[in-house]
């Protein structure tokens, strides 16, 4: 802003300003993978995943019309006990890769289950199979995903892991043979 300011604006200060923001969610990211993956023990309190999945459901409806995408939800009671900031990103990580990533006119569905089980299922184009072991590491993303209209920093689903791990957990991602992808969150009841 302040270099806009002092120069005419032109093609130069705007690849400045992408690179900018690109790196501010790059150490953000880094940060919240430094933070969930934090010592000492989680802090837990009882939380129910449908509450918080009909939450995020709730704040990304603009954005899934907007791009042209059906949002829907089936959610049951599935109660545990965790670190309610860590959980919400992770279950946010998992549904904000699906909008990313989901063509126009696709859909994304949200279910919950007894069992502590979060699923996002989209009708994007998946991930090819011999991208799934890695989809967990940092910085991995699939070649595919790799360009500037989808950004990202490749931690979103290492932050998703990391945190089922801190909570007795897992976290998988699938890819059906009819195509899509179910990325499943899965958290001790």
Request: glycine share 12%; hydrophobic share 45%.
């Amino acid at each position: 802003p302040l270099a806009r300011d002092a120069v005419e604006p032109g093609k130069y200060l705007d690849k400045l300003d992408r690179e900018v923001a690109a790196m501010d969610a790059l150490i953000g990211e880094i940060l919240e993978l430094s933070r969930a993956r934090g010592a000492g023990p989680v802090e837990r309190r009882a939380l129910d995943l449908a509450s918080i999945a009909a939450e995020l459901v709730a704040e990304r409806e603009l954005q899934a019309s907007a791009r042209g995408l059906a949002l829907t939800a089936a959610l049951v009671p599935a109660p545990i006990n965790g670190e309610e900031r860590l959980v919400r990103r992770a279950m946010g990580n998992l549904l904000d890769n699906a909008l990313k990533y989901t063509p126009a006119g696709g859909t994304v569905h949200v279910t919950t289950a007894p069992g502590a089980r979060f699923t996002v299922a989209d009708s994007g184009p998946g991930v090819a199979d011999a991208d799934l072991p890695f989809v967990f590491e940092p910085f991995f993303r699939p070649d595919g995903s790799r360009s500037r209209e989808t950004g990202g920093t490749g931690l979103g689903l290492a932050i998703v892991k990391t945190v089922a791990e801190r909570h007795g957990g897992s976290a998988t991602l699938e890819c059906p043979a009819g195509g899509g992808t179910r990325a499943t969150l899965l958290l001790p009841a």
